[in-house]
């Protein structure tokens, strides 16, 4: 494919070895952007999936180590049937389209919350991708599906009280404990966090994990989403001194 001028600017401009480890992705303005051109909602999360497909593409050949992509929160429930049971077969129709190129590519599928509350159809597919792709050894690509940061913190509190009573807990609790009990346990925090739409809030997503994650706010809606902007996030987050409640030496 060619390389548009901006794009080849700041391939030229990022340096490679400062690549963001961990990017998590708030995928925001699917019906908007179908509004706006008069078509469905159905389009709108139909041409998410193919932006989807490309931003995993791009972020595994910018050597990005894991990709936690917001797919479907536990708040999505309250939207109009008809259109949750469009965006709960999105899953299998990616997964049987995209695991060759999956597998091609070295990725492996993960998933994070509440999985026992989606149709079983959508569990059954993202347990076989999952499964297909569990020896992969290049990028994470990790589904928030059914997931909510509140739930998780309280599901990881209760978990924890359980232990404890069971004395599977000695001492105090500190971070590094509470963390394991979370769905993103094996992996480490965001360091960078994108949302599309406009939109500039978390949205009970990954509230612990993202505690001092570089974020990043476009307005652009997601289907429009393209490697430029991709590229643009992660330039802009290599140019922030990440401080972490430290200084640093020139600002003493």
């Known amino acids: 494919m060619i390389k548009t001028a901006r794009e080849q600017e700041l391939l030229g401009a990022i340096d490679p070895g400062k690549i963001p480890f961990h990017v998590a992705i708030i995928m925001d303005g699917n019906g908007r952007w179908a509004v706006e051109k008069g078509l469905s909602?159905?389009?709108?999360?139909?041409?998410?999936?193919?932006?989807?497909?490309?931003?995993?593409?791009?972020?595994?050949?910018?050597?990005?180590?894991?990709?936690?992509?917001?797919?479907?929160?536990?708040?999505?429930?309250?939207?109009?049937?008809?259109?949750?049971?469009?965006?709960?077969?999105?899953?299998?129709?990616?997964?049987?389209?995209?695991?060759?190129?999956?597998?091609?590519?070295?990725?492996?599928?993960?998933?994070?919350?509440?999985?026992?509350?989606?149709?079983?159809?959508?569990?059954?597919?993202?347990?076989?991708?999952?499964?297909?792709?569990?020896?992969?050894?290049?990028?994470?690509?990790?589904?928030?599906?059914?997931?909510?940061?509140?739930?998780e913190i309280l599901m990881a509190v209760n978990r924890l009280i359980n232990d404890t009573r069971d004395g599977k807990i000695k001492g105090g609790i500190n971070e590094k404990t509470f963390s394991q009990y979370l769905y993103t346990s094996a992996l480490p925090d965001p360091d960078l966090l994108i949302r599309t739409s406009g939109e500039m809030r978390i949205s009970n997503f990954l509230l612990w994990q993202l505690a001092y994650s570089e974020l990043w706010f476009t307005d652009v809606y997601w289907p429009d989403f393209s490697k430029v902007h991709l590229l643009e996030a992660v330039f802009d987050y290599q140019r922030r001194k990440r401080r972490f409640g430290k200084i640093q030496d020139s600002e003493r």
Not at 59 to 88: D, H, Q
């Open 41 to 151: 909602r159905h389009e709108g999360h139909r041409q998410g999936v193919e932006t989807v497909r490309e931003t995993v593409k791009n972020s595994s050949e910018l050597g990005i180590k894991v990709l936690t992509l917001f797919a479907f929160s536990t708040e999505n429930w309250k939207r109009p049937a008809t259109e949750v049971s469009y965006l709960m077969s999105l899953p299998e129709k990616y997964f049987k389209s995209e695991l060759p190129e999956l597998m091609r590519n070295n990725v492996q599928v993960r998933l994070i919350g509440d999985r026992e509350k989606l149709p079983r159809k959508v569990q059954k597919a993202v347990e076989e991708g999952s499964e297909k792709t569990k020896n992969n050894s290049g990028m994470i690509l990790n589904f928030a599906l059914n997931y909510g940061s509140r739930a």
